[in-house]
């Protein structure tokens, strides 16, 4: 699910790169990207902190 959510946030930003958007419509879609971003990058901190715990025990 996690891959799939990249694979489409990776060609929504080349076609933000490509297309004649204004610089406001470019910061406003770097800044949607980075939202979705936090969301992933979560819960793969969650999931690395989850694994670490594992070896620990």
Same mark, same amino acid.
């Given at each position: *699910?996690? /891959? @799939? =959510? @990249? #694979? ?5 930003? =080349? %076609? !933000?790169?490509? /297309?004649?958007? /204004?610089?406001? &419509? =470019?910061? @406003?879609? @770097? #800044?949607? !990207? /980075? &939202? %979705?971003?936090?969301? %992933? *990058?979560? =819960? +793969?901190?969650?999931?690395e902190y989850n694994r670490s715990m594992d070896v +620990?025990?």
């Amino acid at each position: *699910m996690e /891959s @799939l =959510k @990249l #694979q489409r946030i990776d060609f929504f930003l =080349k %076609l !933000v790169a490509a /297309s004649e958007c /204004s610089d406001e &419509e =470019k910061g @406003l879609a @770097l #800044q949607w !990207v /980075s &939202e %979705l971003t936090d969301e %992933l *990058m979560a =819960k +793969i901190r969650t999931h690395e902190y989850n694994r670490s715990m594992d070896v +620990i025990s």
